[in-house]
Every structure is written in C-alpha cells, then in structure tokens.
C-alpha cells in the first residue's frame, strides 16, 4: 500500500498545478500577440529549466556535498536531502512541471496561432504550422541544450536549487 502513496500524491501535485497553469494560461488568452509570445516563451523556459534540475538531482554526485556538509557549507545539507530523493524530484522537475509546461504551451500556441490569423493576412494553418514548429524547436532544442548544461553542471545547478528551496521553504 505504501508504494501508492508516491503516485497518488504526484497525480493530486499535477492536478493543481495543472489547475493553475491553465487558468493562468486562460487569463492570458486576451492579451495581445507581443505579450502572448513572452508568456509562450516564459512556460517553454519553465520547462526547460526544471528538465535541468531533475536530471541534475540525477546526475550530481551526493559525496561532494558530504565533504561540504562537514565544513559546514550552507546549503549542503539541504543538497544531501534533495539528493536523498532523486528519483522524486526528476519526477516533480521533468514529468510534473515538465509536461505541465508542456500542455499549457500547447494551449497557449493555439491561442497566439488564432490570436496571429485574426490580426493578420495569415491563414489559420500557416499560422498554426508556425507556432507549432517554434514551440517544438524552442522546447526540444532547449531540453536538449539543457540535458548537457545540467550533466557538465549537476553539483551546481543541484545547491543552488537546494539554497533556492531553502529560501522558498523558510527553513
């Protein structure tokens, strides 16, 4: 029994993220072409950036933070905790936050390639093919770009979430 309590807590963590990403999203719909494309671009980057982390937290090397956590190096210890789950905060970073970005581009793709037919000469499909191919190129591009920044980079980027966490958790 106690192995569901993993996968029923990642199903109810995506559902309200998802929750608020798509309201966000929706809230968004209104807004004109220019401000459309930075928010596109800000849930991409989001994406991108937590696909980092979580192959990060799988990659790092929990023995160099054990050599920091005994000269008492802020933020080792919080690293050595998210190290202790690796497995659970790729799962969070990629598959949570990572594929939610992912739908909620989709949605926000579609609003700007309609958004971009209405205010323009450009039929709905090319717009459509458009948005599409950036949103695939941006992201795929991105988390490919990202996967190596994170493997060369895994010690770095996995304190400086743990001091971020720390920061944001008040501990």
Partial sequence: MKKLNWPIKVFF?????AAIFSAASNLLADLNIIMLCIALVIVISIGIL???IGVAALTSKKENF???ASKKIKGAKETINLLNKSTMVATICNDVVGDICGIVSGGLGAVLAI????????N???STIIV??????FTVGGKALGKSTATKNADKIIFLT???KKVLTFK
Avoid: E, P
């Avoid at 963590?13 to 993220?17: A, E, G, P, R, V």
């Avoid at 599409?132 to 190129?137: D, H, V």
């Fill in 162 to 164: 743990a001091k971020i």
């Fill in 13 to 17: 963590i995506t559902f309200i993220l």
């Fill in 115 to 122: 958004t971009i037919a209405n205010n323009t000469s450009l």
């Fill in 132 to 137: 599409t191919a950036f949103i695939s190129g």
């Fill in 66 to 68: 054990h050599a920091m």
């Fill in 124 to 126: 709905i499909v090319i």
């Fill in 50 to 52: 937590f696909d980092m």
